[in-house]
């Protein structure tokens, strides 16, 4: 039994199924995306003055990622256009790059979370903070204790509030160095992860959920570059239709990242 309107369009929508199908999927991950970022909004604005971070990501890695992303947005398009003009071997070229970007854009995704995740904030027992990342820990270290010490690449401040605008010429001008700390001054310590406060906790929230999108993509493109290539020569139409309804699913990908980088990066 063939399954109807996978290659021909409706006659009442215009389309065939699958695009009806991935553009109402689409519209649930529109409200899914905007109810995340209007949480954003509502907690920036709410925030007490001088405690929102800025310039606590690295710009030159969202800009490379960007232009990654949209990169594999044009070789995704090429492969349809490839199976469009019936040149499967081009299709495989262009698919097999978008795989490749997309990897790229998680391993440097991946390496940013790292550098978050050894980043620590020290509160001292002087008051200060101590504000760096995480060299190493002596042996014995414990600071329920207060015993050991631990080694931050970093620089310590009078206040906490300097450490939220990285921005700042004085921040900027800041030099880091080595610095080891025993155990006995500090009272508190905790990393960049996502309890460290509300900026960490929506940033990987937002970022977090894009990249499983990525991923999910890319598994999806994968299997359409390898075993699920084989209805190219069964079936090249309806092949060729989802190669495309994918394709719309990474220009989505794409467009919320065009979103994310601006708003959590650049302001």
């Known amino acids: ?9 409706r006659p009442d929508t215009g389309v065939y199924n699958a695009k009806i199908g991935v553009w109402l999927f689409l519209a ?3 409200m899914l995306f905007g109810g995340l970022f209007s949480a954003y909004v509502l907690l920036r604005v709410g925030a007490d003055p001088g405690l929102w971070p800025h310039g606590w990501l690295n710009v030159t890695l969202g800009t490379v990622n960007t232009v990654i992303l949209a990169l594999s947005a044009i070789t995704t398009l090429l492969a349809w256009v490839a199976c469009k003009v019936r040149e499967f071997g081009k299709f495989k070229f262009f698919h097999a790059c978008t795989i490749v ?8 995704k991946m390496y940013e979370y790292h550098d978050k995740w050894i980043h620590y ?4 027992a002087n008051g200060k903070f101590a504000d760096g990342h995480l060299v190493g820990k002596s042996p014995d270290f414990d600071l329920a204790k207060k015993t050991g010490s631990i080694t931050l ?27 080891t700390i025993p155990s006995a001054d500090i009272q508190k310590m905790e990393n960049y992860a996502p309890r460290h406060n509300t900026f960490t906790a929506i940033y990987f929230t937002l970022t977090g959920l894009h990249a499983l999108h990525i991923l999910g ?8 570059w390898g075993p699920g290539s084989k209805m190219w020569f069964t079936d090249p139409e309806r ?20 979103f994310l980088f601006p708003v959590l990066y650049l302001t």
């Open 28 to 30: 649930s991950e529109v």
């Open 101 to 108: 970007l997309a990897l790229t854009f998680l391993s440097i």
């Open 153 to 179: 690449h970093g620089h310590v401040v009078e206040d906490r509030k300097e450490l939220m605008d990285l921005r700042r010429p004085e921040a900027r001008a800041a030099v880091p160095e080595e610095m």
């Open 239 to 258: 092949f060729t239709n989802r190669i495309e309804v994918s394709g719309l699913f990474w220009h989505f990908v794409d467009l919320v990242w065009i």
């Open 217 to 224: 993509g890319t598994l999806v493109i994968f299997y359409l």
């Open 121 to 124: 904030e020290v509160a001292l």
């Open 1 to 9: 039994m063939e399954i109807p309107y996978t290659v021909q369009n």
